[in-house]
């Protein structure tokens, strides 16, 4: 099925994750056990694909993703599968979470497709609708590896970039109209150097890239920031809103704000489901600020959402789905 139409005003998405689905937690397991190949795993993937695309079409998601079932983690993944990287110990994140914190060893380099697959078993199931590709940022890659071969960071980072970016094309050339960078670190460290930086990596991911370009940024002091990241080459900027209760709205006012906006309406970090009502009043809290048109606005979660329950993830996305809606008529 092709032609989905993808609404003119607060289409709805999602950031990328959905909590992993039992087919990938069984494959994941077995993987790390060696017990088998990702080859011979390939079918328990696929199948958890599956169900998180059905998912998202479901609760009525205008733009989805792959749900990253193959994905244990969003840097980790990317390590195992460029050369130059070997794994690390484990490091605390935060509470009880914790992940092997990758080392880099030798020249990076991008050797075959890392994502492409799993965004065309999407694409099969999305009814049409466009599945973003969705990469982690070579900042973030960075900031959460070890790194023992290149001489600072900004070398790293750059060099990083020129294999991600084979990545990008890869997935343009099988069909992807939508490419999204995640790069959460980068509002951990809000100077202005760091994002001069991050802005330099993403010239080289998205030059002539003929796809949607969006950079993700989370749970942090993006405010401090803004200023130096709004003339990136990127047609939209994903951030978060809801958990730090919209206090990055003034913000955009200020400075002047006039990309497309992914406009975090869902909080990640709680299992309270918002209301269709609760996340009606988020939307119209920003247009009444007058900042952007609700063309330019998608409507989305603030993160991923695979930390939630299935149930709890689907329901919130019915509901974002069910505003954005009411808000197309109001708006």
Not at 17 to 23: M, Q, R, V
Not at 26 to 49: D, T, V
Not at 284 to 310: A, F, T
């Amino acid at each position: 099925m092709t032609g989905y139409e993808v609404p003119r005003k607060f289409p709805t998405t999602v950031v990328g994750s959905y909590p992993k689905l039992e087919p990938a937690k069984i494959a994941l397991k077995r993987l790390r056990k060696g017990e088998a190949s990702e080859e011979e795993l390939r079918p328990f993937f696929e199948q958890a694909i599956r169900i998180a695309v059905e998912d998202q079409v479901k609760a009525g998601v205008d733009i989805i993703s792959d749900g990253e079932q193959t994905r244990e983690d969003m840097v980790v993944f990317f390590a195992e599968r460029v050369e130059g990287y070997m794994p690390g110990e484990w490091v605390k994140i935060f509470d009880n979470v914790y992940f092997r914190k990758p080392i880099i060893y030798s020249q990076v380099k991008w050797v075959r497709p890392l994502t492409v697959e799993d965004w065309k078993t999407a694409t099969r199931f999305s009814m049409g609708r466009p599945v973003k590709g969705i990469l982690t940022g070579p900042y973030t890659m960075i900031e959460w590896s070890f790194d023992l071969h290149y001489r600072d960071r900004y070398e790293a980072i750059i060099a990083l970039a020129k294999e991600i970016r084979k990545e990008i094309e890869a997935l343009v050339n099988a069909g992807a109209k939508y490419i999204q960078v995640d790069e959460p670190a980068l509002s951990t460290r809000p100077w202005r150097e760091e994002a001069e930086i991050a802005g330099e990596a993403l010239k080289i991911l998205f030059k002539g890239i003929e796809a949607k370009k969006i950079v993700h940024i989370c749970f942090g002091r993006v405010e401090e920031i803004l200023p130096y990241i709004l003339d990136y080459p990127v047609d939209q900027f994903d951030l978060e809103f809801k958990n730090s209760d919209f206090r990055l709205l003034p913000y955009l006012k200020e400075y002047g704000y006039d990309k497309e906006l992914g406009y975090g309406v869902i909080d990640v970090h709680t299992t309270q489901i918002e209301t269709v009502e609760e996340i009606l009043e988020s939307i119209d809290r920003l247009m009444k600020l007058d900042i952007l048109p609700p063309e330019k606005v998608y409507i989305d979660p603030d993160c991923g959402l695979k930390r939630l329950p299935r149930d709890i993830a689907l329901a919130k996305l019915k509901n974002m789905v069910e505003a954005a809606k009411i808000a197309r008529e109001r708006w």
